[in-house]
């Protein structure tokens, strides 16, 4: 009987040929813009990558100060600092702006990026709210401390002849019960939230509305948002983006699986109601000289989630409403993630939309420009309702070639590169000094992805092994296990 095969097919990077300098001050790419209160001196974006570099109380460090330096090195048109947590809950290792304790390291970090790109880059800083999930337990701890006993359960082992008598007694006797079951039977007995609880880990939802603090979001998410656009602004960021994607809150506010019946969920009008009145809550404390724009999702990729025509709709509505830049992704969902172990978190980049919203070689047609038709056609329709409000383009954008086209057939108006940039913060700068040969290209493997899952900090394999002398040598800042160098060898025009 033959074999299948189960090896992967890898799409190359493709061949590219680099500009010249005077190819590339020509260009659209190398070209300004203007983004709401402030003018980008180029079309080329990095966005927000998680580094994991923070203190665990979410405050900024020399290690932060030095990933977000070396991308200014490369002199970025903007650079978008990473999702920044807006309450005062524990995040591990990732920034937060939830209270004016922040802001020294906020500004120094501020300072940092205005010196290293010689006052180039427009700095921007992410914020986002996000609910609470926990690590899959063990399945003694959930049934022994999680596990909240009801008539469901007891009914159910009173069809189990052994158990009968435990379903008449007291929780702990039911909870040993439960314990004693075949894991399939147990599964049985248990509601659908239960089994995720069990399987995947507690994880909330935005339509859990017998949560108080869920049901009351609305009401004190704008303000939360506002108080931190304030401090970013304080702190001296040029504009905030508004973390309306992925997994998190205010991304399944907007999705198709919100079914609140509070006003804020059920028909696209209503999904996008909070969205507006958090941006409206923004703009009126920081004012009209300050930029404003979120990075909202094209399409979910999850069942029952939602498509680019909701993403249209959304976008002509945050776009009216005075956006001054949206920023399209894709997928990154937790309700399609892999399981996790036992005593990790699900990631949400781990399933199919997680795949969409990083793309490897190892897809069908490569990642290479792969999502520029979600914000081609968010672009599309501002344009035909005559709003002029910039669309940030992304996904697997890695030469000149590829980024230019985009800018020339009105995919984007600025080239976001997230992936390719952490491979070589240089290759913006390298281009536009006719020195592409020099450019490490991404290999869009996730060597990084990989990293981040396990919440250590994110280097990339191009360079992270690279201890050679001239660069650093033994002497270059490491990570904690001693294996890798922190951020890419310098580069010098």
């Not at 090195?73 to 591990?92: F, K, Q």
């Not at 079951?181 to 399987?199: C, N, V």
Request: charged residues 30%; aromatic residues 8%; hydrophobic residues 40%.
């Amino acid at each position: 009987m033959e074999q299948r095969s189960t090896k992967r097919t890898r799409v190359p990077v493709p061949d590219t040929r680099w500009p010249t300098a005077q190819e590339a001050r020509a260009s659209r790419l190398f070209s300004p813009l203007r983004v709401g209160a402030f003018t980008a001196l180029r079309r080329t974006w990095v966005p927000a990558m998680v580094p994991w570099r923070a203190t665990e109380q979410g405050f900024v460090t020399p290690e932060v100060l030095d990933w977000y330096g070396r991308f200014a090195d490369g002199r970025p048109g903007v650079l978008v600092v990473e999702a920044t947590g807006i309450r005062e809950v524990p995040s591990g290792p990732l920034l937060r702006i939830g209270h004016d304790r922040f802001l020294p390291g906020l500004r120094e970090l501020v300072r940092a990026v205005r010196e290293r790109s010689r006052g180039e880059t427009r700095l921007l800083i992410q914020i986002i709210d996000f609910l609470t999930i926990r690590r899959r337990p063990p399945k003694d701890r959930y049934l022994a401390r999680f596990l909240a006993v009801g008539e469901h359960h007891r009914a159910g082992l009173a069809r189990h002849p052994e158990h009968a008598a435990a379903a008449e007694g007291s929780d702990d006797g039911v909870r040993a019960a439960l314990a004693a079951l075949p894991h399939e039977d147990l599964l049985a007995l248990l509601t659908e939230r239960e089994r995720e609880d069990l399987e995947r880990g507690y994880r909330e939802r935005v339509t859990d509305l017998h949560l108080p603090h869920v049901a009351e979001l609305p009401r004190v998410l704008p303000e939360l948002f506002a108080g931190a656009a304030a401090r970013a602004r304080r702190a001296g960021f040029d504009g905030v983006e508004l973390h309306y994607a992925h997994a998190y809150t205010m991304a399944s506010f907007l999705s198709r699986t919100n079914t609140r019946d509070d006003g804020y969920g059920g028909s696209p009008d209503a999904r996008v109601r909070l969205p507006l009145e958090v941006f409206a809550a923004v703009r009126t404390r920081v004012g009209a000289d300050f930029t404003i724009g979120c990075r909202f999702l094209g399409d979910e990729v999850i069942d029952g989630g939602s498509r680019i025509e909701d993403a249209v709709y959304y976008g002509e509505r945050l776009a009216a409403a005075g956006m001054d830049f949206l920023s399209l992704s894709k997928g990154g969902k937790f309700d399609d993630a892999k399981q996790p172990k036992v005593g990790q978190a699900v990631y949400p980049y781990t399933g199919p939309s997680g795949l969409e919203c990083m793309p490897t070689v190892y897809v069908a047609d490569g990642p290479f420009g792969r999502n520029l038709p979600l914000s081609r056609a968010v672009r599309s329709r501002l344009r035909a309702v005559g709003l002029d409000t910039p669309v940030v383009g992304c996904g697997g954008i890695n030469s000149f070639e590829l980024a230019e086209r985009a800018l020339e057939r009105g995919d984007c108006d600025l080239v976001g590169a997230a992936r390719q940039s952490l491979a070589d913060p240089d290759w913006f700068r390298k281009m536009e000094l006719g020195r592409g040969a020099e450019i490490r290209r991404c290999l869009y493997t996730n060597y990084c992805e990989g990293l981040d899952q396990k919440h250590v900090e994110v280097t990339c394999q191009l360079w992270d092994r690279n201890f050679a002398a001239g660069i650093g040598g033994a002497d270059v800042p490491r990570t904690k296990d001693g294996k890798r160098r922190l951020e890419p060898p310098p580069w010098t025009p």
